[in-house]
């Protein structure tokens, strides 16, 4: 495309002359909180809301309703083993609220998880540093890392952190520090170790020009043009579980953190996340073509062909789903024969 721009239609190359050919992962993420009861549960969110609406007897929506409850962390993420899931994440979606190193409900559940299941465990949420409001103890983001590598983690997943941590490395004119959450940690652990999960939402435009420089703008297809019919979009990147924007898009991020030594791009669209419409293949195609690690797509799952679909159109090394598995929608064995038969290998057991 001109001016710069990213297409998603694009076809990715293939090389007939390689024989070697490395399997397309299917993950499954766990949003694991506390409900109102104070029980730890499994809950899937709506564009980032976890909670049932709250319905009169008339049917109109009065407000928000409990928890979702769908499982047990560690009872869903044995099964998910059992079923042939290549990876699961743990996602601590209340951590920003709490110290990591007090809570033990999450530790208790990497700790047993990990005594059942032998594929990787990702945890994320709550991995930087903080200061303890009681004891005024200050916790690096490497120590909290290590708490949770201890208790049988294999990967751990930062988010808002990584972003503050993309914006000071521009900033700086592309220095690293060795001093933020993404260096101190990879380079204890290693870069395998460090997965940097981007949650942006789509900032429609009619046009590339007037988008500041900084910012990769893509083109997006018929079915998702903007709600006047623009063709174009960038991804702004947020924080705190989506609740705040930042001036920096997805692309920028996820370049930065490979800079700094992540590993691995979890990369998820609030604008498809709860919607099972499949993935943002715009946003995975631009960021995967950004980066040389790998990118896990994330978000908008609902069926076996949206997996298929985002490996034969965009780069990305694996995807992700939660609630369709959560749900018994969609079997993951059904996801890996779907991808088989698309000649996209997967890992088949048994």
């Known amino acids: 495309m001109e001016d710069g721009t990213l297409s998603q239609t694009t076809p990715i190359p293939v090389n007939p002359s390689m024989h070697t050919q490395l399997v397309k992962r299917v993950v499954v993420a766990l949003d694991v909180r506390s409900n109102d009861s104070g029980d730890l549960v499994v809950t899937k969110g709506d564009q980032y809301d976890v909670r049932e609406k709250d319905d009169d007897a008339t049917g109109t929506t009065t407000g928000r309703g409990g928890v979702r409850n769908l499982g047990k962390p560690v009872q869903l993420a044995a099964r ?11 996602l601590n979606i209340t951590s920003f609220r709490q110290g990591v190193i007090e809570d033990m409900p999450m530790l208790q ?13 990702t945890v994320g949420g709550g991995i930087r540093s903080y200061t303890d409001p009681e004891s005024g103890k200050v916790y690096s983001a490497l120590e909290v890392a290590s708490r949770y590598f201890r208790a049988g983690a294999d990967k751990v997943s930062i988010g808002s952190d990584a972003v503050i941590a993309a914006e000071d490395y521009y900033k700086s004119g592309n220095k690293k520090t060795g001093e933020t959450s993404i260096e101190t940690i990879s380079t204890v652990y290693g870069v395998q170790a460090v997965v940097i999960s981007i949650d942006p939402k789509r900032v429609y435009v009619t046009s590339p ?14 079915s998702q043009k903007g709600p006047n019919g623009e063709g174009y979009c960038w991804y702004q990147c947020t924080v705190k579980g989506g609740r705040e924007t930042r001036d920096i898009c997805a692309v920028s991020v996820a370049k930065a ?86 000649k996209i290998r997967a890992r088949i057991i048994g």
């Open 80 to 90: 998910y083993y059992d079923e042939g899931a290549d990876e699961i994440a743990f």
């Open 109 to 121: 559940v990497l700790e047993e998880a990990s005594k059942c299941i032998f594929v990787p465990l």
């Open 209 to 222: 020009e007037g988008v500041d420089k900084k910012h990769t703008v893509v083109e997006l297809d018929e």
């Open 257 to 342: 953190a490979e800079a700094l030594g992540a590993g691995e791009i979890m990369l998820n669209c609030i604008d498809m996340d709860g919607q099972c419409n499949g993935f943002d293949h715009a946003l995975m195609g631009a960021v995967s073509l950004a980066v040389t690690i790998p990118v896990i797509a994330s978000s908008g799952a609902g069926k076996e062909g949206h997996f298929s679909d985002v490996f034969q159109k965009t780069n990305v090394q694996a995807a992700l789903a939660a609630g369709m598995f959560h749900r018994k929608e969609v079997e993951i064995m059904s996801v890996k024969k779907h991808m088989e038969e698309c």
